[in-house]
């Protein structure tokens, strides 16, 4: 059983920056891709990052390129997103998940196996 808890989120003015942290547990969970996505009012969940095992192979949406980075840490099985230079339209619910492939993290499909409860970003202009 993987669990996953995301942390981090709240309130920031544009041109600000916020972490977020995902803490997984799971017996097999350093084995799984890891990935963010988001999800605004009114509109569909979109994919953020990804990020491999291995940390070897890193995705990102057009939209944050430049202002995210994902990173893992397997040693305290977490995953976070350090956010700069935010943007109103960055406001959104974040989700953590995980899923032993990659494909199931760097797009927004029904075969990705493990989500997080989500934390709010909110970014005011």
């Known amino acids: 059983q993987v669990h996953l808890v995301e942390s981090g989120g709240g309130t920031v003015q544009a041109g600000g920056s916020l972490r977020l942290s995902c803490a997984a547990s799971?017996?097999?969970?350093?084995?799984?891709?890891k990935g963010w996505f988001r999800q605004a009012p009114g509109k569909e969940r979109e994919f953020v990052a990804a990020?491999?095992?291995?940390?070897?192979?890193?995705y990102y949406a057009d939209s944050v390129k430049g202002r995210f980075t994902i990173s893992r840490d397997n040693t305290k099985n977490t995953v976070s997103l350090q956010m700069s230079s935010l943007k109103p339209e960055d406001s959104a619910v974040y989700y953590c998940?995980?899923?032993?492939?990659?494909?199931?993290?760097?797009?927004?499909?029904?075969?990705?196996?493990?989500w997080g409860q989500g934390t709010q970003v909110i970014v005011s202009s």
């Open positions: 990020i491999s095992v291995s940390s070897n192979s890193i």
């Open positions: 998940a995980a899923d032993p492939m990659m494909d199931h993290v760097r797009q927004v499909t029904t075969e990705t196996r493990h």
């Open positions: 799971g017996r097999v969970v350093n084995a799984y891709a």
